[in-house]
C-alpha cells in the first residue's frame, strides 16, 4: 500500500511538471517561433529558408538537396556495412558451438575484405556500367569501362550525389550477399575453399544478376525488387542451400546438436541488422525523401509483424516463446519486405510481414526435415523464401488502392504522356521470371563452383577429427572463449 501511495504521489507530481512545463514554454514563446511552428505545419521548406533558400533560385535549391542526398546516402552506407560487420557476424556467431565462434567471424570479416576488392576491381563495371561484353550480352552483364574504376574522378556524380557514394554503397550490398550464404556451411568447411567459392560466386552469380535488375539488363524497369529480393535474397538462398547439399550434414546431425551457444549474442547481431536494415531499403531510395520515409516505416512494420507472429507460432507449438525464434522472425521479415519497400503501404507492410513469419517457419521445418538438408543457420529458407516470397507479393500489394500500394512499374507510355502499368497479374508474372532466372544461375554456378574449387582445396569440406576440434583452432589456431 505505502509503495502504490508512492505510486500515485509520484505520478501526480508528473502530471503537475509536464503541465506547468508546456504552460511556460507557451507563455515564452516568442513571435518568430510561434510563426516558425505555423511554418512547419504548413509544410513548408523551412530548412531551405535557412540556409537562405529561395523558391525562384533554381541552382540553390538544387546543391542544397545535392548535399542532402549525399549525407542520407553516406549514412545509408555505413548502416549497410553494420549489417554485416558486425551484425550478421554476431548474429551467425551466436548461433553456432562455441568451439566455431571464431570461424564464422571470421568468414564474415574475410568475405568483406575480398569482396571489397573485388567491387573495385571488376565487380561494380560488371553489375552497374553499361554497355555489356559485347552486342549479344547487353541484356544479360555489364561492361568494362570501369574496371578498377579508372574513370572515376571526384566530380563523377550518380543523379545529384558523388558516384564513389553509389560506389561504395552498392559495394555494401556485394559484401553481404555472399555474406549470407555463410550461414549454410558453418562448422564444416575449410577456409580455402570459403574464400574461393565466395570470390568467384561474386562474379558469377552476384555482378549478373544485379545488371540484369538495377544495372540496365533485361528485367531494368520490368521486375519490381526495390532493395535485393532477387539480387541478394534469392540468389543467395538458392546458392546456400545448394552448397549445403553438397557439402553435406554436420556431425550427429539432426539428433545430437547442441543449440545456439549465445542467444544473446543472436539477438545483439539481430538487433544490429534490423538497424542496419534501414539504410539498406531506405538507402536504396538514392535519396532523402518520402520514398526513403516510407521504406524505412514500412520495413519496421514488416520486421515486427514478422517476429510476432514468429513467436506466438513457436510459442504455440513448444510451450515457450524463444529469444531466438523471435529474432529469426526478425530477420524474415526484413528478407520478405526488401523487394516490396519502395512499392507497399504500412497495411501491405503488416499482410507481409504476417506471411513471411508464418511460411519462413515452416520452410525451415521443411528443408531440414523433409528434405533433409542441413542449411545450418537457415539462410535459405528465411532469406531465400523470404526474398522470393515478397518479391511475388509484391505484384499484387504494390497495386495503387491495394491497402496502400504505391503503383507497378510502368508497361508503356502513351503520346500524350499518358503512364499505363502492369497489372497485378503481368507484374507477378515478370516477378517469378526474375525469381526463377536468379535460382537457376544461382544452382547451377554453384555446384560447377564447388567442382571446380574441390580439387584445388583438396576437398571443400573439414577432416572428421577438425570437426570434432572445432575450427577455431584447426582453421585459425585460435578459442573465441579462454578461461584463465
Known amino acids: 500500500m505505502k509503495t502504490l501511495s508512492c505510486l500515485k504521489v509520484g505520478l501526480a507530481f508528473l502530471a503537475f511538471f509536464l503541465f506547468n512545463a508546456s504552460v511556460f514554454a507557451d507563455f515564452n514563446a516568442t513571435a518568430e517561433t510561434k510563426e516558425t511552428a505555423q511554418k512547419w505545419l504548413e509544410g513548408k521548406a523551412l530548412a531551405g529558408e535557412h540556409v537562405g533558400l529561395d523558391d525562384e533560385d533554381p541552382l540553390k535549391i538544387a546543391a542544397f538537396n545535392r548535399e542532402g542526398n ?6 545509408a552506407t555505413a548502416l549497410v556495412l553494420f549489417m554485416t560487420l558486425p551484425g550478421l557476424a554476431l548474429f551467425y556467431g551466436g548461433l553456432v558451438q562455441s568451439k566455431n565462434v571464431l570461424s564464422v567471424l571470421m568468414h564474415c570479416f574475410a568475405i568483406a575484405c575480398l569482396a571489397s576488392i573485388i567491387w573495385v576491381a571488376v565487380g561494380y ?14 541484356g544479360w552483364i555489364g561492361g568494362k569501362s570501369q574496371f578498377f574504376l579508372q574513370n572515376l574522378t571526384t566530380d563523377s556524380l550518380n543523379g545529384d550525389f558523388p558516384e564513389s557514394v553509389w560506389i561504395t554503397f552498392q559495394m555494401t550490398f556485394a559484401i553481404i550477399t555472399p555474406g549470407l550464404i555463410v550461414g549454410a556451411f558453418v562448422e564444416r568447411i575449410k577456409f580455402t575453399a570459403v574464400l574461393l567459392f565466395s ?5 558469377v552469380v552476384y555482378c549478373p544478376v544485379c545488371y540484369w535488375v538495377w544495372g540496365g539488363g533485361w528485367l531494368s524497369g520490368k ?33 545430437s546438436l547442441k543449440p545456439p551457444h549465445s542467444p544473446g549474442m543472436v539477438m545483439t547481431g539481430a538487433a544490429m541488422l534490423w538497424v542496419g536494415w534501414f539504410g539498406f531499403n531506405a538507402g536504396s531510395a538514392a535519396a532523402a525523401d518520402g520514398s526513403a520515409g516510407m521504406a524505412m516505416l514500412v520495413t519496421h512494420i514488416s520486421a515486427a509483424t514478422a517476429s510476432l507472429v514468429w513467436m506466438f507460432i513457436e510459442w504455440k507449438k513448444t510451450g515457450k516463446p524463444g529469444l531466438v525464434g523471435i529474432v529469426t522472425g526478425t530477420i524474415a521479415g526484413l528478407a520478405t519486405i526488401t523487394p516490396a519497400s519502395g512499392s507497399v503501404g ?13 511460411i519462413c517457419y515452416f520452410a525451415c521445418g521443411f528443408i531440414k526435415e523433409k528434405l533433409g538438408v542441413d542449411d545450418s543457420l537457415d539462410v535459405a529458407a528465411v ?21 496502400g500500394g504505391l503503383g507497378l512499374n510502368v508497361k508503356e507510355t502513351l503520346e500524350d504522356g499518358t503512364e499505363i502499368a502492369y ?14 532466372a536468379a535460382i537457376a544461375l544461382s544452382v547451377v ?40
Request: hydrophobic content about 45%.
Open 199 to 203: 570470390a568467384l560466386w561474386l562474379i
Open 70 to 75: 549525399t549525407a542520407w546516402m553516406i549514412t
Open 383 to 403: 532469406h531465400g523464401v523470404g526474398g522470393i516470397l515478397g518479391t511475388l507479393m509484391v505484384a499484387f500489394l504494390g497495386a495503387k488502392g491495394t491497402l
Open 346 to 358: 504500412p497495411m501491405g507492410a503488416i499482410v507481409i510481414g504476417a506471411s513471411a513469419g508464418v
Open 125 to 138: 563495371s560488371l553489375a552497374l556500367t553499361p554497355g555489356g561484353l559485347g552486342d549479344d550480352a547487353r
Open 423 to 436: 497489372t497485378s497479374g503481368e507484374q507477378f508474372v515478370i516477378q517469378a521470371q526474375g525469381c526463377l
Open 223 to 255: 521486375a519490381i525488387d526495390f532493395a535485393g529480393g532477387i539480387v541478394v535474397h534469392a540468389t543467395a538462398g538458392a546458392s546456400a542451400l545448394t552448397l549445403a547439399w553438397m557439402l553435406g550434414r554436420r556431425q550427429g546431425y539432426p539428433k
Open 445 to 484: 554456378a554453384t555446384y560447377l563452383i564447388v567442382k571446380i574449387i574441390s580439387p584445388i582445396t583438396g576437398g571443400i569440406r573439414v577432416s572428421e577429427e577438425d570437426e570434432t576440434k572445432g575450427l577455431d583452432q584447426a582453421a585459425h589456431g585460435e578459442n573465441g572463449y579462454s578461461l584463465n
